[in-house]
């Protein structure tokens, strides 16, 4: 258990469905990420929030829409998605500030987008 | 621009040692992470290094030379439980991660 979660584990969903990832972190930190993995590629960063700011915006197509509500959860909204965005949505979180700022990471979303 | 260098896979004995090698290439430094992941789950932390030398925290070790831009980790009296994907990070300038792909580590009896 690192103090992350995720929900859905699992989800399945066609191109013009919408949906929502949401993310919960338990470890008091200020910081909130969203990272894609596909199949043999470095983790990609999406999304940073720092103190419920978006201070990152990694050139993320607008069918991503993230949302920070409160420094502990997170959401990332989908919608009109692309077979390609098919892949595993990590989300972390840290403590900005705070020395060697370690991220940890939740179990993930596991996407297939049909 | 920005890489992580990290070799896709390896294989090793259980009660073996295996050295997993990351070499890097970033705008700055403010340190390197290393990072295990199982399959379907989370990657969890398993080390930081700042300053040239040697991390030592149990069966696992990592190793640091920010002039050759390398850093290894080291797994000791290797079990199947040590199956697993092995990430390395970099924090360069802007202070996000940029992650390798990952070393595969398949550890046999």
């Known amino acids: 258990e690192t103090g992350v979660t995720q929900t859905p584990r699992h989800l399945v969903m066609g191109m013009t469905n919408k949906k929502s990832l949401k993310c919960e972190q338990h470890?008091?930190?200020?910081?909130m990420y969203w990272y894609k993995q596909s199949a043999k590629k470095p983790l990609e960063l999406m999304f940073v929030?720092?103190?419920?700011?978006?201070?990152e915006n990694n050139s993320v197509p607008s069918r991503f829409s993230p949302e920070c509500p409160n420094s502990s959860h997170l959401f990332l909204h989908l919608h009109t998605l692309q077979p390609e965005d098919s892949a595993l949505y990590l989300c972390?979180?840290?403590?900005?500030?705070?020395?060697?700022?370690?991220?940890?990471f939740g179990p993930g979303t596991r996407l297939l987008v049909l | 621009g920005q890489n992580i260098d990290q070799p896709t896979e390896m294989t090793a004995t259980e009660g073996a040692i295996v050295q997993i090698n990351c070499t890097y290439q970033?705008?700055?430094?403010?340190?390197l992470f290393w990072y295990q992941q199982h399959a379907g789950e989370a990657p969890t932390f398993l080390s930081y290094?700042?300053?040239?030398g040697l991390e030592e925290k149990g069966r696992f070790s990592s190793f640091l030379s920010r002039s050759k831009g390398y850093s290894y980790l080291l797994l000791k009296e290797l079990q199947m439980k040590d199956s697993a994907s092995y990430l390395c990070?970099?924090?360069?300038?802007?202070?996000?991660?940029?992650f390798g792909t990952g070393t595969r580590l398949q550890v046999f009896p």
């Open positions: 972390a979180s840290s403590q900005v500030g705070g020395g060697h700022e370690t991220q940890y």
């Open positions: 470890l008091g930190h200020n910081a």
């Open positions: 929030y720092s103190l419920e700011e978006r201070v």
């Open positions: 970033t705008s700055g430094f403010n340190g």
């Open positions: 290094n700042v300053l040239d």
């Open positions: 990070a970099v924090r360069g300038d802007t202070d996000k991660l940029i």
